[in-house]
């Protein structure tokens, strides 16, 4: 069973490179094949909560899920401070090449539905009021002022990692 969820395509920051390029050896074995070294940013549509015991991947900074879009297996990447409904994808390939995709482009991935959790009252609220009504949907020079405001409500729409080390960063 899976849970399918919807979102766009958005620029990044250029950091999913050093990432990938740093964990490709676990990457590549969970992958099945060498990774390209670059992610693909998207934003849902709505906030999603991964669990973080199902994990495939973690160093306890950031954490991989398994997720397919257009048929394609691929890793889904959360880090800490990673609001609910931003994640990167890692491919075998440059998604933007294989699928054409641009920024803005609407997107479909599908989840395996143990990965997915549920999140409280409390967490949709905080989402809902943080990042619903936020311009750009992402932590920008406008987040640090709403953090220092209401921290415990930003802490609620924020992706728990599990801990972790390099030993966790072996399949």
Partial sequence: MTVTVKGRVVKGRGQGKVVVE?????????????????????????????????????????AFWPVTAMGMPMLALRWT??????????????????????????????FAARDVGTLSFRARLAWTLLWRMHPT?????????????NPRAVQLTLQPIPPGGPEDAEP
């Fill in 22 to 62: 740093n964990l490709a050896d676990p990457i590549a074995a969970h992958l099945g094949a060498e990774p390209y070294f670059g992610t693909l940013n998207i934003l849902l549509t709505r906030p999603l909560l991964l669990r973080p015991e199902t994990a495939m991947l973690c160093d306890g900074v950031r």
């Fill in 137 to 149: 949907g992402v932590y920008d020079r406008h987040m640090p002022a709403v953090h220092h405001a």
């Fill in 81 to 110: 401070r990673c609001p609910y409904h931003a994640l990167e994808l890692v491919a075998a390939e440059s998604l933007r090449e294989r699928f054409g995709w641009t920024d803005g482009q609407k997107v479909e991935l599908a």
